[in-house]
């Protein structure tokens, strides 16, 4: 059995890379099962697509192994492993049609009729019409489409996406997306996907890890990954949090409570990490409501009072407001648009929410971590 | 002026439109006008004139007359086509070795280079601040037969493969042959298929030779399909630089070769230098060379055009 042949799940063990003194990747170990959709999700220089060239072969490892099932393939040459790559410009050979460019790789495997399998992947990607085309000739969503039928119809093991969406606009970049997790589904392939776009990551993915300066900090499902963040980090990254820090004061029965600048929060035991001492309380923008100061909170809630609303954006299916509290942080909120009174920024309100919808992270973090990152990335 | 204040009548506004349209029409020709004149003077009337002369018959006290007397094409081919065989072999030789020294060297400076690129590829140009005369007279004195080149060669019997491979007559002499002939016009000529060359390289993405890699192919295979085609209007450029001076070149065949290796410029030269009746054969072999010249470039641009070159 050559290395083409290998089958199975995708096994990194405590692969690392070193560029000079950098750490690109630090002691990685991961599984990704076959068949699985996959997203690493990080900012860029976190170290992803490092770890998807090491993958593919186009980066060796300092130190690690790399298996696909119970073959190695760590200093494997790329063209020998069973792993195809969908390349961040898509790098489409501009000398050959998009007919020649499919069938690249199932003629340098020596396969001698192609047309059949072309044919059939270009219709796959709905691209049929446009084979006798040049790269240049096609829009960014057509040539991004090339690009995934020249790696798919070579029915790799393992499929790398290294950013693949990222110089689509955004319209075409959902379409992009469902088509995509559609042609996934249809060919039942392991998907490893680079991005830096939590969004996309959250709609394509079954199992997302999000990259921080070459470690995993934290993989899971996208709900897992949203709902009940490791660290302050995933917490800011993945979509946005309050994070408030705190103590934690007690523990009745499942129910912890956490004392942060003089107000007590209630929130499940199960989804707090710290049983005691310094903790992080947190909780999501559309799960916090807001009433005007003074004004009554439903039994059982946890209310942060003494807010001044710094600034409302109404955007239609909901209000966004971010609203500073008496110890200086902004809070932000977004309230469902259900007919409610829009508060003007100025205006005294508190923040409530219902305490299972809280979170507790470790104490003594950057509350601010991952949030700039994501700013930075989106532009 | 009539259409500002008469926005409404249609003719005058076409008439301005026509207005415009004749004076951007002769701009183009105007541009043209001195590249034209140019080689109208310095190209077509001195084809012209070689054509005529070719076809002319007389000695230069009694003066020449157009006659169409076609024993100067004749006598070309049968009295120098030693000669032309050898500008053909030498030209063609020079272009290939240039290739194939010049595509690993110019490969090397666009992908590897990095920021000593453009100090690199100034080196492959330095040469020529020196007179072309001057480099092929250094080169003969280095080659000559008591220089150390020809020790070196004779010491370490390489010059003695070199004569067993037809490249030499003896082990003790590298001038006069047709191997220094050679040596020398690639000496000269390797940086007119450097630049073009380069130049095409260094506009291929090298994560196309990534893409090539993770797509089942091994390094040659990778150069194969995917850098040697994107290379190609390059290699045609640059064989076409190199291989039309050379197939005209006489100074490396006059300075480092012998009259056992002279080439057709030497012909025309000594021709049309000679005696009385040279002129009309000079002029044909001039006619000879520039259409045999052209007709080869045709066809192998041709050939190339469809990409079966390999």
């Known amino acids: 059995m050559t290395t083409l042949d290998a089958v199975g799940d995708l096994r990194l063990t405590g692969l690392t890379k070193r560029f000079g003194s950098f750490t690109a990747v630090d002691d990685l170990d991961l599984t990704i099962p076959q068949g699985s959709f996959f997203a690493l999700l990080g900012a860029s220089g976190c170290g992803k697509t490092t770890t998807l060239r090491m993958v593919s072969g186009l980066e060796d490892p300092t130190a690690g192994r790399i298996y696909l099932g119970d073959t190695e393939v760590t200093h494997t040459k790329p063209y020998k492993r069973p792993v195809n790559t969908v390349f961040q410009n898509y790098a489409l050979f501009p000398h050959l049609n998009i007919y020649d460019n499919v069938a690249f790789g199932l003629r340098r495997r020596g396969v001698k009729d192609v047309r059949k399998q072309v044919e059939d992947i270009l219709a796959l990607v709905e691209l049929g019409h446009l084979a006798k085309r040049k790269p240049t000739q096609l829009s960014g969503g057509q040539q991004q489409r090339v690009a995934v039928a020249r790696a798919l119809i070579n029915q790799p093991q393992v499929l790398l996406l290294d950013e693949p969406l990222g110089a689509l606009d955004l319209k075409l970049r959902r379409q992009m997306q469902i088509e995509l997790k559609r042609i996934q589904t249809e060919v039942g392939l392991t998907f490893v996907h680079v991005t830096h776009d939590q969004e996309e990551a959250m709609t394509m993915a079954d199992t997302i890890a999000v990259m921080n300066a070459g470690r995993i900090e934290q993989l899971g499902s996208p709900e897992e990954l949203y709902e009940n963040p490791a660290t302050t980090f995933v917490a800011n990254f993945l979509g946005q949090s309050n994070l408030v820090a705190g103590t934690v004061a007690g523990k009745e029965g499942d129910v912890v409570t956490v004392e942060a600048h003089g107000h007590r929060v209630a929130l499940p035991s199960a989804r707090c990490r710290p049983d005691s001492g310094a903790a992080i309380i947190g909780v999501r923008p559309e799960k916090v409501q807001l009433v005007a100061a003074g004004g009554a909170a439903p039994d059982g809630h946890n209310l942060l009072a003494g807010g001044v609303v710094s600034d409302a954006s109404f955007i239609g299916v909901s209000t966004q407001y971010l609203v500073k509290m008496p110890w200086g942080q902004e809070l932000a909120v977004f309230e469902q648009n259900t007919g409610k009174e829009i508060f003007r920024p100025g205006s005294e309100v508190s923040l409530h929410w219902d305490p299972t919808q809280t979170f507790g992270l470790d104490g003594g973090q950057d509350i601010e971590a991952g949030a700039e990152i994501d700013d930075e990335a989106a532009k | ?310």
């Open chain 2, 1 to 310: 002026m009539t259409a500002v204040t008469a926005p409404a009548a249609p003719p005058s506004l076409a008439e301005a439109a026509g207005d415009h349209q004749k004076k951007r029409n002769y701009l183009p020709y105007v541009l043209l006008a001195p590249g034209v004149a140019w080689l109208v003077v310095f190209f077509l009337i001195p084809i012209f004139y070689a054509v005529s002369a070719s076809v002319q018959t007389g000695s230069l006290d009694m003066g020449f007359k157009v006659t169409w007397d076609w024993a100067n094409y004749q006598s070309t081919f049968s009295t120098y086509n030693t000669e032309i065989i050898h500008s053909l072999i030498y030209s063609v030789a020079c272009t290939v070795i240039c290739l194939l020294l010049g595509f690993p060297l110019a490969y090397f400076i666009a992908f590897r280079g990095g920021k000593w690129k453009n100090l690199l590829m100034a080196l492959v140009i330095a040469p020529a601040f020196t007179s072309f005369l001057i480099r092929t007279i250094a080169w003969e004195t280095i080659l000559s037969d008591h220089g150390w080149v020809t020790r070196v060669l004779s010491d370490t019997k390489v010059s003695s493969v070199m004569v067993h491979l037809g490249l030499l007559t003896n082990s003790h002499q590298l001038l006069n042959t047709p191997f220094s002939v050679i040596f020398g016009m690639v000496y000269n000529f390797l940086p007119f298929t450097v630049l073009p060359l380069y130049t095409s390289l260094e506009k291929i993405d090298p994560r196309l030779h990534e893409a090539g890699a993770d797509l089942y192919s091994s390094a040659y295979k990778t150069w194969r399909y995917v850098t040697w085609p994107l290379a190609l209007p390059g290699v045609i450029a640059g064989t076409l630089l190199t291989f039309i001076p050379a197939v005209g070149d006489y100074i490396n065949a006059y300075m480092l070769g012998s009259p056992n290796t002279q080439v057709i410029g030497q012909v025309i030269e000594n021709e049309a230098l000679r005696d009385v009746f040279g002129y009309p054969i000079a002029s044909a072999m001039g006619v000879i060379l520039t259409f045999g010249t052209l007709a080869i470039v045709l066809g192998y641009v041709k050939k190339a055009g469809s990409e079966d070159l390999l």
